[in-house]
């Protein structure tokens, strides 16, 4: 038996309760997996196992306007003692800070990655186009604490007013775009740029996949890469202005197939490179914007209309999309993470993207049952069912749960959006202006200004 179930048997048995709504999906054998390969599970029995710790940080995530120590209780996450108690069973802050130090952050980022592989290749294959998964990759970033560690870790970015006020991590997603589940998760310091921490996220693209990516990751070496690494990969982006290329043959109106000649520097470094690569440039312009032109590696028109690549392209957007989701409703746009020592930093993100697709996973299923796409499902509502439902769970008896858990699928239907309005217009605009307040500086850097 999994030391995970053996604890629960223990246990009280409402943290069974607490975790039945994602149980159909995170499979506790994942989870002891996880702990085995990364030597994190408990050897002796304590009052906050390492089973429970994943899923405090997990919930620290989708209980954000709860205290760290309201999320243990809430999910009634302490084993009792022996003897049973007269009361539920507490455990001080400082012990769930020992508690998440002891798990670190690697187990969260193994399971991470196993579910990831699980449910992202799951959900891509349900919602292919033209026989290819659909992928975007992009970055952002997070705020942080303002610590010593965290500042010395990840750095913060440099502006006009002088250092930013606060430490940010970097980040760079993987996501399946047309359910918004992740498939990979690149951190690191603000120092490290998106290209570069992107590279460990390539190899996990499967083949018989369209990846689109901004104009700013457009590399020769990185395009050569995807399309050589295995059959039917594909890349989609948005050409910069000063891009040179030779025109092969006319596909259509405003539909090329190009040469793109690779510079002799990098094919002097990268001796592996042709001199010219192949594209097809489209150009297209859209009522209130400047003409654009797209790159890609979708070389045949009949199998792969132009139309549908531009239509396609601006899908691109569900990655924004889904770090909005993040930052604006599962944060609540509180400023900052909560963990203020760079280890915490990481496995509160890896346990932010854990409860993130649970989500997602748990919209996706309702789309199927209500027979709409899953951007029709809002998220903003979801999360707050879920959230209701995490806090009340460990309160019914475990016979009420399956009509709980049957009922809460069916309010879920209810929360259908609007279609989208495609021709849209968002023109850039600052609505709130720079403070003219000064930047507040620590008395350290005062003396340094002096």
């Known amino acids: 038996m999994a030391l995970a179930e053996a604890l629960l048997e223990v246990g009280t048995g409402r943290?069974?309760?607490?975790?039945?709504?994602?149980?159909?999906?995170?499979?506790?054998?994942?989870?002891?997996?996880?702990l085995q390969a990364t030597g994190a599970a408990s050897v002796r029995r304590r009052k906050l196992p390492a089973e429970y710790v994943v899923w405090l940080v997990i919930g620290m995530g989708l209980l954000r306007d709860r205290s760290i120590e309201e999320v243990v209780r809430h999910l009634d996450l302490v084993l009792p003692d022996v003897a049973p108690p007269a009361r539920r069973p507490t455990v001080t802050g400082g012990a769930i800070v020992q508690a998440r130090d002891r798990l670190g952050d690697h187990p969260l980022?193994?399971?991470?990655?196993?579910?990831?592989?699980?449910?992202?290749?799951a959900s891509a294959n349900a919602h292919r186009w033209r026989g290819l998964a659909v992928y975007g990759v992009d970055g952002s970033h997070l705020r942080i604490p303002d610590t010593p560690d965290n500042d010395q870790t990840f750095g913060r970015p440099q502006s006009g007013r002088g250092r930013a006020g606060y430490p940010q991590v970097r980040i760079v997603a993987l996501m399946v775009l047309r359910s918004h589940v992740l498939a990979g998760l690149a951190v690191g310091a603000w120092a490290e740029g998106e290209v570069t921490l992107a590279a460990s996220l390539w190899p996990?693209?499967?083949?018989?996949?369209?990846?689109?990516?901004?104009?700013?990751?457009?590399?020769?070496?990185?395009?050569?890469?995807?399309?050589?690494?295995?059959?039917?990969?594909?890349?989609?982006?948005?050409?910069?202005k000063n891009l040179q290329w030779r025109v092969r043959q006319r596909l259509g109106p405003h539909d090329l197939l190009v040469d793109l000649p690779i510079p002799r520097n990098l094919r002097r470094v990268h001796?592996?490179?042709p001199e010219t690569l192949t594209a097809r440039a489209i150009r297209y312009h859209r009522k209130g914007f400047r003409p654009q032109t797209l790159l890609t590696s979708l070389l045949d028109p009949v199998t792969y209309p132009a139309a549908e690549i531009i239509a396609l392209y601006h899908e691109r957007w569900e990655l924004e999309i889904g770090f909005d989701e993040v930052k604006t409703h599962t944060l609540e746009r509180e400023e900052a993470l909560r963990s203020r020592a760079?280890?915490?930093?990481?496995?509160?993100?890896?346990?932010?993207?854990?409860?993130?697709?649970?989500?997602?996973?748990?919209?996706?299923?309702?789309?199927?049952?209500?027979?709409?796409?899953?951007?029709?499902?809002?998220?903003?509502?979801?999360?707050?069912?879920?959230?209701?439902?995490?806090?009340?769970?460990?309160?019914?008896?475990?016979?009420?749960?399956?009509?709980?858990?049957e009922a809460l699928h069916d309010e879920l239907a209810l929360l259908l959006l609007p279609p989208r309005r495609s021709q849209r217009r968002f023109p850039r605009a600052v609505k709130i202006k720079m403070s003219n307040y000064p930047l507040k500086r620590s008395r350290r850097s005062r003396r340094r200004v002096k």
């Open 15 to 34: 943290a069974e309760a607490s975790f039945a709504l994602f149980a159909q999906t995170l499979d506790p054998q994942w989870i002891d997996a996880a």
């Open 109 to 121: 980022a193994t399971l991470f990655a196993t579910t990831a592989a699980q449910w992202a290749t």
């Open 204 to 240: 996990q693209l499967p083949e018989a996949s369209l990846t689109i990516v901004d104009r700013g990751f457009l590399s020769y070496l990185l395009f050569h890469q995807l399309q050589s690494a295995g059959p039917n990969r594909h890349w989609l982006t948005r050409a910069k």
């Open 271 to 273: 001796p592996e490179l």
């Open 342 to 405: 760079p280890e915490r930093i990481r496995q509160e993100i890896w346990g932010l993207a854990i409860g993130y697709n649970l989500v997602r996973l748990e919209m996706a299923r309702v789309a199927t049952r209500a027979d709409v796409a899953p951007q029709r499902i809002s998220y903003r509502h979801t999360l707050m069912l879920i959230r209701n439902f995490w806090l009340t769970a460990w309160l019914a008896p475990p016979g009420v749960l399956p009509r709980r858990l």
